[in-house]
Every structure is written in C-alpha cells, then in structure tokens.
C-alpha cells in the first residue's frame, strides 16, 4: 500500500475552520470507508478522532468531523481553539497489509 | 481501557530488546492488538499487528524477520521481541488496540527505544 498524502502544515485563527485532506488511491480510500484520523499533541500518544471516515468516538469534541470524496478523505475542524494545535494523521484500511499512516499534518493556531 | 508499554531503553546495534504491553479494561482476547513507532519529531509507521487467538501475524517490511509479535490472552500481555536492532529503529513504540473498523481507538503511552554504536 502506497502512504497516505497529507499537506506538512494547515494554519488557521482562532474560531475559524480548517480542513485536512488525506488523498489516497482507489484500493484504499476509494474503496473502504474506513478513514480513521488522530490528534497527537506534543510528547503524547495520539488519539483516535474520527473513525468509519464520518464517525466521532464519545467524548470527542463536534467541531471535528469527517468526509470522504473519491480517493481523498478530509478532516474538518470548525471553530478553531488553541488547544486544536497538534499533529493530524490520517490511515485508511486499505485490505492487504502493509498498513501505513498519512505523513501527518501540523496544525497552527495563530 | 489503559494500555501501559515497559521495555524500552538503550541498546547497541545489533542487539535485542522485548518490549511488553500490559492491558487492562477491555475483554483483552477479543481485538487484534497492533505496534505502531514514531521517531522523535517524525510520522507515526504501523509495525506489526497480531490477530485474537494469536494466530497470525504480520509485519512491516522494515520488521519482518527482525521482529516478532506475540500475545498472552491469560496474562492480558502484548510482546514485540526485536532483534538486529538498527540504529533506525531508535523511536517511540505504541502499542495500540484495533477497533471493529480497523482504527487503532486506545494507546499507551509509548516507550522510547534508543539503539547506538
């Protein structure tokens, strides 16, 4: 399985929203809707934010939601807070192994 | 659920390191279990993931045949025994529960493993 392409950096002002993709290829985002995304903030392990593409685990704040169009998959956050600022990786289950990670995205709030 | 790793330190190249993964909270034989590494201040890259039973396994190509996966169901244990240790194995190691839609929905913490010459 080819790696997930995520953009190195995404930037945004508080209040605002921010959308990360994650471009795949059709044996994996384009065919399964199992996108799941992840938060890892400096020093900690990551933690799961959206799972099933679309899905928010409980407890997970509603201004993280997830879509999926053709081979790309994207993390939406609305209403941005300081405490959004973190790494965002994406992974796709994709039927064969191995499985990889998107190359991670850092998230910016100015 | 709380996972909590043990085993990492520093070892020279070439040498071996098990790495354990205690879990709790969750009936334990019921998920796959998976090992995920990150190097300080890179990506996170899948390593290994064992299936329920233990019965099978699979790697990443940077693992195969160095490392090897294993759990005990009556002891609530994950393992990952890594041998020939290359300098490039020097990161982080999570291990991870896989959830019904194969996401990785609980973490450790991560123990750091430092391989030198």
């Known amino acids: 399985q080819s790696a997930l392409t995520q953009p190195a950096s995404v930037s945004g002002s508080p209040g605002q929203s921010i959308t990360i993709s994650c471009i795949g290829t059709?044996?994996?985002?384009?065919?399964?809707?199992?996108v799941s995304w992840y938060q890892q903030h400096p020093g900690k392990a990551p933690k799961l934010i959206i799972y099933?593409?679309?899905k928010r685990p409980s407890g997970v704040s509603i201004r993280f939601s997830g879509s999926k169009s053709g081979n790309t998959a994207s993390l939406t956050i609305s209403g941005l807070q300081a405490e959004d600022e973190a790494d965002y990786y994406c992974?796709?289950?994709?039927?064969?192994?191995?499985?990889?990670f998107g190359g991670g995205t850092k998230l910016t709030v100015l | 659920v709380q996972l909590v790793e043990s085993g990492g330190g520093f070892v020279q190249v070439g040498g071996s390191l098990r790495l354990s993964c205690a879990a709790s909270g969750f009936t334990f034989d019921s998920y796959a279990m998976t090992w995920v590494r990150q190097v300080p201040g890179k990506g996170l890259e899948w390593v290994s993931v064992i299936v329920r039973n233990g019965g099978r396994t699979y790697y990443a190509d940077s693992a195969k045949g160095r490392f090897t996966i294993s759990r005990d169901n009556s002891k609530n244990t994950l393992s990952l025994q890594m041998n020939s240790l290359r300098a490039e194995d020097s990161a982080v190691y999570y291990c991870a529960k896989l959830g019904g839609s194969y996401d990785l929905d609980s973490w450790g913490q991560g123990t750091l493993v430092t391989v030198s010459s």
């Open positions: 992974w796709s289950y994709a039927g064969s192994i191995p499985w990889v």
């Open positions: 059709s044996s994996d985002i384009g065919s399964f809707n199992l």
């Open positions: 099933e593409t679309t």
